[in-house]
T-cell receptor
Framework: ELKVEQNPLFLSMQEGKNYTIYCNYS?????LYWYRQDPGKSLESLFV?????AVKQEGRLMASLDTKARLSTLHITAAVHDLSATYFC????????FGPGTSLSVIP | KAGVTQTPRYLIKTRGQQVTLSCSPI?????VSWYQQTPGQGLQFLFE???????NKGNFPGRFSGRQFSNSRSEMNVSTLELGDSALYLC??????FGTGELFFGEGSRLTVL
């Protein structure tokens, strides 16, 4: 059964700094998703990564996928307060399974 | 295009009662998935329906059930509620299978069991 892990689970970072969230998955996943959730809100899709080596960028966020290492990363560049949220990665085997989430807090 | 609509948004029940939650997917989406979100367990998959058929089921007791109607609307039911069923229940729909499989989530139904 597909299992998805993320680290760190909690991340406090200063504005302007860079950081990376890591997502490991246990078995074959034919695609990898990243979602954002603000407190009390639903999940918003950020990226869909479909193949090995895929890289997607939107603003200060960049996601990549290495299927051989079963690893996806979400890189944050020059963080701003508006990026404070919980970020989930999810893999798909026969169903979409989510990681535990990384709670990101960007401090001025 | 209207998003995924879930009703009710908030509800409070007592132990032993049952509850029914409703989800209307995005127009044209025929697949609906349900997830339970709690602080301790995170997002856990409940079930997925496609064209009125359950395609997948998560590891939840039989008290959790669901169905899908011919218009793709879905309901989930939890019987004999327990305190641990307090959670945010999220419904997601997705476009036809030849797409990316990206899930589009509703705002959720927040259930509190007293």
């Amino acid at each position: 059964e597909l299992k998805v892990e993320q680290n760190p689970l909690f991340l406090s970072m200063q504005e302007g700094k860079n950081y990376t969230i890591y997502c490991n998955y246990s078995t074959t996943s034919d695609r990898l998703y990243w979602y954002r959730q603000d407190p009390g809100k639903s999940l918003e899709s950020l990226f869909v990564l479909l193949s090995n080596g895929a890289v997607k960028q939107e603003g200060r966020l960049m996601a990549s996928l290495d299927t051989k290492a079963r690893l996806s990363t979400l890189h944050i560049t020059a963080a701003v307060h508006d990026l404070s949220a919980t970020y989930f990665c999810a893999g798909r085997y026969d169903k979409v399974i989510f990681g535990p989430g990384t709670s990101l807090s960007v401090i001025p | 295009k209207a998003g995924v609509t879930q009703t009710p948004r908030y509800l409070i029940k007592t132990r032993g009662q049952q509850v029914t939650l409703s989800c209307s997917p995005i127009s044209g989406h025929r697949s609906v998935s349900w997830y339970q979100q709690t602080p301790g367990q995170g997002l856990q998959f409940l079930f997925e329906y496609f064209s009125e058929t359950q395609r997948n089921k998560g590891n939840f007791p039989g008290r959790f059930s669901g169905r899908q109607f011919s218009n793709s609307r879905s309901e989930m039911n939890v019987s004999t509620l327990e305190l641990g069923d307090s959670a945010l229940y999220l419904c997601a729909s997705k476009p036809p299978d030849f797409g990316t499989g990206e899930l589009f989530f509703g705002e959720g139904s927040r259930l509190t069991v007293l």
